[in-house]
């Protein structure tokens, strides 16, 4: 059982950055892909970032690539994810997510078993 709490999120005026962390429980999580998805009102969650346990592997989305970067720090058990040049289509729900299993850093939402709340995005224009 792993259990995931984002915090970080808020409202920000384009062009601006947050930084999203997620706590995670557990005590192999040095060997847990981590994953964060977004979700917009109205919309499918789609992928947003992946790390591999080692932090050494990931993977974006297109539409966050050379804006987000995915970290983690495994003496924390948690992962981030920091925001920069924010636009309004960044604007949703994101979540963290845990495969245990570990091995494909994936940006499939089906290859993940935990997932955290939620911590809201609101990029202003």
């Known amino acids: 059982q792993v259990q995931l709490v984002e915090s970080g999120g808020g409202l920000v005026q384009a062009g601006g950055s947050l930084r999203l962390s997620c706590a995670a429980s557990?005590?192999?999580?040095?060997?847990?892909?981590m994953g964060w998805f977004r979700q917009a009102p109205g919309k499918e969650r789609e992928f947003v970032a992946a790390?591999?346990?080692?932090?050494?592997?990931?993977n974006y989305a297109a539409s966050v690539a050379g804006r987000f970067t995915i970290s983690r720090d495994n003496a924390k058990n948690t992962v981030y994810l920091q925001m920069n040049r924010l636009k309004p289509e960044d604007t949703a729900v994101y979540h963290c997510?845990?495969?245990?299993?570990?091995?494909?850093?994936?940006?499939?939402?089906?290859?993940?078993?935990?997932w955290g709340q939620g911590t809201q995005v609101t990029v202003s224009s």
């Open positions: 997510a845990a495969d245990p299993y570990g091995s494909r850093w994936s940006s499939r939402g089906a290859d993940y078993t935990f």
């Open positions: 557990g005590r192999t999580f040095s060997r847990y892909a």
């Open positions: 790390i591999s346990g080692s932090g050494g592997n990931t």
